[in-house]
């Protein structure tokens, strides 16, 4: 009987779908886990999401932005951009208009270097090298730290930017 | 010659598939994040789901591909395969059409960038071959034969 059949089959694959999934979620629990809490709490009334899991109220994490939001922010001069890659990796090409930052500098106290003067209350945009970075999410903690309020995390980084060939520079730290 | 390539043709195509399943799941799993990244360079899912379909996807082309390659429940990996292959296509042609020039993720993570459209030809290929076993393989043949 088809109908048999297909029940049958549409059973099986359910089955075979719903083991994998298991399989995958649990070969992967610290980083679902990480990715769940990475995204804040107020990011679930500013933004589309609403899988946001609450957070300690002592550990204010960077809120994402996406690749639209930062070009818009970048072309107003609305936000600082810092990278938080190696001088290295920034001389060889950045966001333009970006600050350097890496990780070892942040923790660092005051975070940013003598001569660059960045207001508490400005919007900071923190990237690396893309979704497998987490130098931007470090550093953007330890700018919340350091008492910046307005901090966000654009995990394309810099291989999406330069890849939707937005303006870019390379050399020495601006 | 027309006999031997009707005999031989669905099992070698079965395995094939099966095996660049598996191959494209390894890959997958050894560097998750960034094949969440790929994913959320389509800019179709929201934030935690890239990361959710990134966890997940690889264990079910893991799982497909063993399927075919074994031989066992044949029929359901193939129709597996095949029903990714055309959320696949349907995910790139969206990347086309919004003009994203992206990676497609499909296999090695952060290597040689795969334009959309190449990966839709594969894609395309990809669904043939697993027709090609829902046709004609004879497991698959013989297990709609018992339950029917």
Redesign the interface.
Known sequence: ??K??WL??AL??SL??L???C???A??WT??SG??RG?PTQQAQTA??S?AAATPADEALPM?I?LMQVKELHDAKEAVIVDARSVASFAEGHIAGAVVLPVEEARKTPPFPSGVNIPKDATIIVYCN???CHDSMEVGKVLMQAGYASVYVY??GYP?WR???YPVATGGAS | MKESLKRYLPATVRIALGIIFIYAALVKIADPVAFAGSVAAYKILPYFANYLAAAVLPFVELACGLLLVTGYRVKCGALIIAAMNLVFMAALASAIVRGLDIDCGCFKQGGDKTSPWIALARDTVFLAMAFVVLKMDPKVKRVSAQQG
């Open positions: 009987m088809p048999k059949t049958h089959t099986e694959i075979i779908i083991i994998s999934a399989a995958g979620i070969w992967n980083l679902l990715a769940w995204e589309q999401s899988q994402p996406g893309g979704f497998s995990e394309g999406e890849d939707a060939g």
